[in-house]
């Protein structure tokens, strides 16, 4: 649900499309809510965030280590990665209440 490129160098174009996100969790719900405990619906908002969190920790340890995990395009690359990703989390962040509000309003109705 990210506005931007994975590797944008434009920050300013990175952030969370709350439509976009609306769209995956109402379709996520529509299928898993079934077979998905209440306290794993809870943290949906919680785990997108988790995962770009983890993502970004992901390309800037790869940057430190030489960048022997990821293929890159340039010497850069996973540090601008690195800045993208943060710059969504950030996105994330400030946007987190309105993300669970789009979780609970989800899964009022399934």
Known sequence: ANTGEED???LDNISIDLDIFEGYTKGYLENAASFLSQVEIDNLAFGAKLLTYMQTVRFFTDYLNGDTYYK???KEHNLERTLA???LLTSMEDNFDKM???VSEATAKN
Do not use: R, S
């Open 8 to 10: 944008d160098t434009n």
């Open 72 to 74: 890159i395009k340039h």
């Open 85 to 87: 990703q943060f710059k």
């Open 100 to 102: 669970q509000q789009i």
